[in-house]
Every structure is written in structure tokens, then in C-alpha cells.
């Protein structure tokens, strides 16, 4: 037959001060030794008095054969094992590297072969545009969650690694569809405690109206990639040979989808 844990009216304690701190009498019915008077007890107590997290369990005393007199001790948990502890939220705007092979414009040339042809292209050495890296806006962002075991079932493990590399369908925090790229989440969980999921991600703006040469304008989605093809042409000014833009493709690199279902909100 299962123990009966009640609670005794008699000998409630309870501390208010910096380091609050409770304790709370048991009496545990048809149980056979400690072992299993400690597991109904466990069982049976709320894990939490108020914002005070169980920390302890002392037998008092033995009455008879099979009835026990406990206490249980509650006191303030430490951060990390506090109950549904709130997000935390953090972000970089040190933005991150992009190889072009265009500028915006061409500001000034100088030298007699200097040609007004080029479109844009960057670094033409005669063959080939070997083009510069530049820094471009990117707003790499992350959030921290804190969530129950129900949640971080099996499923919703296998949803953050399918929605990992991908970018949002829909707008997410305020950012316009396929702005957001998710990089993944990565999780902690300390014995009794909340998971603790870190959630990162990646902005680039959607962009509208961008040239090329005299190819434009071009749309493309913040994590879109535009490329530019070049062809040979000849600078009768000048009279060289150069390479000057003949086409510019955005390709889809990322797959899209609902974020939705990482359950963060919109």
C-alpha cells in the first residue's frame, strides 16, 4: 500500500529577511523505512513555498513501525533555479564580411587608360575583377529562454535543428521575411532547474532598387545573393579591353520557414 504524506498543523516556521527561509512538518503513514518515507515525500510536497525552492528533507522521528515525522526545509533559490526566471535578450551591430565585386559608384579615375566603361568593377587587372571585402550591416542578435521539460521534448529538439539555417517566411521581431537567419540554439539543464535555451540569429535588410552597371534596378532579400556576371567589351576611348557587367543573378542560398515554431512569439 502507497505512504500517505499529510501535513501537520502544528510547527510551520517561516523566516523573512535577505535569505528568507521556511520549514514545514510532515507526517508520513505506511511507509516501510526511510528510503521510501524520503521518495513520498519528494512525491508528494510542492516543489516550491511560495518563491522558496525545496531544498531538504529531515526525518524526525520514527512513531512506529510505519509512521514518520518530517521536516521539510524550503529557502531562496539561486538565480539559475528561480521559477519561470525571465528571457534575456542581447545583440551585436559589428556587422560581417562581404566579398563585391562592384561599387555603388565610381567616385574619380585617374591616368590616361582609365576607362568610363567598367561599370563599377572592382579591381579589373586587364583579366579578371578580383573585387574587395567590405563590412556590411549585420545584426546578430540572441535570446535566452528558460522552459520546462514538456517543452523541450524530443520534436521540439528536431524542430530547432530543422530550422536551423533558414530564414523566416514571415516577419520575426520585427524583421520583414528573409531578413532573419536562425543559427541555431544550444541548451543547459541543471538537475531540477528550467532549460535554459539560447536562441541566435542574423539580420541583413531586404534591399530594393540596387544597379549594376547599367543592369538595375535589382531587388533581393536580406540573405538572397546577388552575383554578377561580366563579359568582354571594348573601351573604344581608351582603346582596351575590359570586362564590364552583363547580367546580375540573386540566387536562394537558404531555405525559408515558420518560426513560428521555435514558440518565441512573433
Same mark, same amino acid.
Given at each position: 500500500?502507497?505512504?500517505?504524506v499529510?501535513?501537520?498543523?502544528? &510547527?510551520?516556521? =517561516? ?10 512538518p510532515?507526517? /508520513? ?11 513520498a515525500?519528494?512525491?508528494a ?17 520514527r ?9 521539510? &526545509?524550503?529557502?531562496?533559490? =539561486? ?15 559589428g556587422?560581417?564580411t562581404q566579398h ?8 574619380s579615375r ?7 566603361? +567598367? &561599370? ?6 586587364? =583579366?579578371?575583377?578580383?573585387? /574587395?571585402?567590405?563590412t /556590411? ?7 535566452v529562454?528558460?522552459l ?38 544550444s541548451?543547459t ?6 532549460w535554459?535555451i539560447t536562441?541566435?540569429f542574423?539580420a ?5 532598387? +540596387? ?6 534596378p535589382?531587388a ?10 561580366y563579359?568582354?567589351d ?13 547580367a ?5 542560398v537558404?531555405n525559408?520557414?515558420?518560426?513560428? +515554431?521555435?514558440g518565441?512569439g512573433?
Open positions: 500500500m502507497a505512504a500517505i499529510q501535513e501537520l498543523f502544528a &510547527g510551520r516556521t =517561516e523566516t523573512v529577511s535577505d535569505k528568507p527561509k521556511a520549514e514545514i510532515y507526517v /508520513v503513514m505506511q511507509a516501510a523505512d526511510e528510503a521510501e518515507v524520503k521518495a515525500v519528494f512525491a510536497v510542492p516543489s516550491f513555498y511560495g518563491v522558496l525552492l525545496l531544498r531538504s528533507v529531515t526525518i524526525d522521528e512513531v512506529n513501525q510505519t509512521t514518520w515525522k518530517v521536516t521539510v &526545509g524550503y529557502d531562496i533559490p =539561486e538565480p539559475a533555479q528561480q521559477q519561470n526566471p525571465q528571457p534575456v535578450f542581447s545583440f551585436d551591430t556587422g560581417g563585391i565585386t562592384q561599387s555603388r559608384q565610381t567616385v585617374y591616368g590616361p587608360a582609365a576607362s568610363t566603361e +567598367l &561599370g563599377g568593377a572592382i579591381g579589373f587587372d586587364g =583579366e579578371n575583377i578580383s573585387g /574587395v571585402d567590405i /556590411v550591416p549585420v545584426y546578430a542578435f540572441s535570446e529562454h528558460y520546462t521539460d514538456a517543452f523541450v521534448a524530443p520534436a521540439y529538439k528536431g524542430i530547432l535543428f530543422n530550422l536551423t539555417g533558414t530564414v523566416n517566411s514571415a516577419p520575426f521581431r520585427l524583421l520583414s521575411a528573409g531578413e532573419c537567419l536562425f543559427l541555431g540554439a541548451g539543464k541543471r538537475g531540477q532547474d528550467a535554459e536562441y541566435k542574423a541583413q535588410p531586404n534591399r530594393i532598387g +540596387l544597379q549594376v552597371g547599367t543592369i538595375g535589382i533581393k532579400k536580406g540573405w538572397e545573393y546577388l552575383w554578377v556576371q563579359g568582354d571594348v573601351d573604344t576611348t581608351a582603346k582596351i579591353l575590359i570586362k564590364k557587367p552583363i546580375a543573378y540573386v540566387e536562394q537558404y525559408s520557414a515558420d518560426f513560428a +515554431l521555435l518565441l512573433p
